[in-house]
């Protein structure tokens, strides 16, 4: 098993910066994806960004160019640097991990349907 610690979420004016952070920690798989989704009340989860075992990145339509996904090279801390950020960013935004026992895995599906999800950490921006 795998857990998973927010942090780095909290109250912020628009155009403001955030940077959370995602502590991995247990069982070591041999590739995974590894991302971010957020979800606002009475809203659907929406898919923020991933990071793979080989660096590869993927951005959703309303963070791409003000977001960044990036891992530390342990590959045991997830980040997120939000910039610019909007009032329709305000969400509770979860850290998500799908672990792969062979090489090669990738991301596949929605970040939301990971196996391994984090308690989550809020963002409002107002």
């Known amino acids: 098993d795998v857990q998973l610690v927010e942090s780095g979420g909290g109250s912020v004016q628009a155009g403001g910066s955030l940077r959370l952070s995602c502590a991995a920690s247990?069982?070591?798989?041999?590739?995974?994806?590894m991302g971010w989704f957020r979800q606002a009340p009475g809203k659907d989860p929406e898919g923020v960004a991933t990071?793979?075992?080989?660096?590869?990145?993927t951005y959703g339509d309303s963070a791409k160019g003000r977001f960044t996904v990036s891992q530390d090279n342990a590959n045991t801390t997830l980040y997120l640097q939000m910039n610019s950020l909007k009032p329709e960013d305000t969400a509770t935004y979860y850290c998500?991990?799908?672990?792969?026992?062979?090489?090669?895995?990738?991301?596949?599906?929605?970040?939301?349907?990971?196996?391994?999800r984090g308690q989550g950490t809020q963002v409002t921006v107002s």
């Open positions: 998500a991990a799908d672990l792969f026992h062979f090489r090669g895995g990738y991301c596949h599906r929605p970040t939301s349907e990971f196996p391994y």
């Open positions: 990071n793979d075992s080989v660096g590869r990145t």
């Open positions: 247990g069982s070591t798989y041999s590739s995974f994806c």
